[in-house]
């Protein structure tokens, strides 16, 4: 028994050491960070958000991590509560990209400019696609394209990305859409499944599972590349003029910047720094990426300088997609 201690302590001595997560920086340790998500408990940004929450302090050495949902107004409400908080880096969160669309056309009840947050990084790229109810008499987006009446799609509320997508892809191909809003988590999918809705707009990932479950097809490949969803028709060969190809690409650079981490203007550059190394340390982590993969979300990150320059980009669009962008959304 003695030499079989020994030899099993030796074994111990000689196997591998897991690496412990190095530290960024101990700046925050004893405080506490406020994560807000402007969205209800449940949904897609709220898991994103929770998951980066749980990981981060591995990063920030001696630092609380805490999430608060801010939902309200298309996203609004969250939004201007990171965007008016200290600028002391203890207040950053997550909100959703339609408020991007929001401030080309000047949409009233922003209390912010998306140029000057102080943006930390992203998690995602959100390929988004149509997907048809089961329980409706619709087969494929061809039967969509064809219907004779309007066909019910739901959204989340006003201004959210879910609305600017409909909206944009019912303009750029010309579809015949009633557009039902104010659904948030999965409530859309439960309504298709009750035979209430009969197709959304939506990421692929959020979606993925309830097609799986054989409650929806894919009807359309929105925005990706060649590899989404392979099969399944794509937007740009229903587009029938430049209006609907400058649409639909529109729709492709927003779903390029998914999930995006962001804090208030002025965060001093060292805090800001910190905070940056920390959320892609976070999305390099095996563990984190180990949890998205069993929860089937996809990871694909950029740091906060990039994010930053494609916003501002993505804030100056040509005049005529501005024109397109505000017909599109009722002015």
Known sequence: MRLRLMAFGLALLAAPAVAAPAPI????RGKTITY??????????DTYGRMIARHLPKYLTGARVIVKNVPGAGNIIGAN??????????TIGMFNTGLIYDQIIGRHGNMFDLAKFSWIGKAATEARAVVIAKTSQYKSF???????????FATSGIGTASYYDTRILTDALKLNVQVINNFSGNSAEMSMMRGEIEAQVGTVESLEQFVKNGNGIWGLGVTGNAETLPGVPKAA??????????LLALLQAMSELGRLTAGPPGIPADTLATLRQGLM?????PQFLAEAKRLNLSIDPLSGEIVDAKIKAALSPAPET?????AVSGG
């Open 281 to 285: 340390a976070v999305m390099r982590d």
């Open 25 to 28: 920086s101990d700046m925050f």
């Open 81 to 90: 509560q990171i965007y008016t908080a200290r600028p002391d880096g203890l």
């Open 142 to 152: 061809d039967d969509v394209l064809k219907s004779p009446r309007p066909v019910k």
């Open 237 to 246: 060969q229903y587009a029938r003029d430049a209006r609907g190809r400058n």
């Open 36 to 45: 807000i998500v402007s969205t209800t408990a449940g949904g897609g940004y």
């Open 322 to 326: 501005v024109a397109a962008l505000k």
